[in-house]
């Protein structure tokens, strides 16, 4: 078959899978989380997405599209721009948000602390816990569905809880559960 009776999005522009969730589980986020991508959403929509647009328009009215470099890859730009478009609208229709100030001065582990645990082998280490959208590895946050959160969750300062390890099971002794003080 001819490439000029296929699209030319049959792989690039299907819809982009959401990261798992569990079973019955809610996509918590912090409300700092939500505003994050609230606003990445509204600057696509208001500032990229009208740019490429227009540079688009421009390219197309230049003639030959085929071997038009600026046409060809503002289509693809824009294609990327509108698939993160949908894909942060259905984030955020789904995202429930939390606030985790409100355990502030608690030793309980939940959504939205900072942990500090000790390892088996002594090392210390601290993570933070955050939705999936928001968690950033380099930063120490982790998700709330991420192996080590689950262990930690409901665990208080001083417990030791058990955390499953591809090398096998593992006990970390929670030292420290910090959370954000409420902003007046």
Request: hydrophobic share 40%.
């Given at each position: 078959?001819?490439?000029?009776?296929?699209?030319?999005?049959?792989?690039?522009?299907?819809?982009?899978?959401?990261?798992?969730?569990?079973?019955?589980?809610?996509?918590?986020?912090?409300?700092?989380?939500?505003?994050?991508?609230?606003?990445?959403?509204?600057?696509?929509?208001?500032?990229?997405?009208?740019?490429?647009?227009?540079?688009?328009?421009?390219?197309?009215?230049?003639?030959?599209?085929?071997?038009?470099?600026?046409?060809?890859?503002?289509?693809?730009?824009?294609?990327?721009?509108?698939?993160?478009?949908?894909?942060?609208?259905?984030?955020?229709?789904?995202?429930?948000?939390?606030?985790?100030?409100?355990?502030?001065?608690?030793?309980?582990?939940?959504?939205?602390?900072?942990?500090?645990?000790?390892?088996?082998?002594?090392?210390?280490?601290?993570?933070?816990?955050?939705?999936?959208?928001?968690?950033?590895?380099?930063?120490?946050?982790?998700?709330?569905?991420?192996?080590?959160?689950?262990?930690?969750?409901?665990?208080?300062?001083?417990?030791?809880v058990k955390l499953v390890?591809?090398?096998?099971?593992?006990?970390?002794?929670?030292?420290?559960?910090?959370?954000?003080?409420?902003?007046?």
């Amino acid at each position: 078959m001819s490439k000029a009776f296929t699209r030319e999005s049959d792989t690039e522009d299907d819809e982009v899978g959401l990261p798992p969730l569990p079973a019955g589980g809610k996509n918590y986020i912090t409300p700092q989380g939500y505003a994050a991508l609230r606003a990445e959403l509204f600057d696509l929509i208001d500032n990229e997405r009208p740019k490429v647009v227009d540079i688009v328009h421009w390219a197309a009215s230049n003639g030959d599209r085929s071997e038009n470099g600026d046409y060809i890859y503002g289509k693809k730009r824009l294609r990327e721009i509108d698939r993160r478009i949908r894909f942060l609208t259905k984030r955020l229709e789904i995202a429930e948000v939390t606030e985790p100030s409100v355990h502030f001065g608690k030793d309980q582990v939940f959504f939205g602390a900072t942990v500090t645990y000790l390892e088996e082998a002594g090392d210390e280490r601290t993570v933070t816990i955050l939705g999936i959208d928001e968690a950033d590895s380099l930063k120490g946050e982790v998700t709330w569905i991420s192996p080590i959160a689950r262990a930690l969750l409901k665990a208080r300062e001083g417990d030791v809880v058990k955390l499953v390890t591809p090398v096998g099971v593992q006990e970390v002794e929670v030292l420290r559960v910090q959370y954000p003080q409420a902003l007046q």
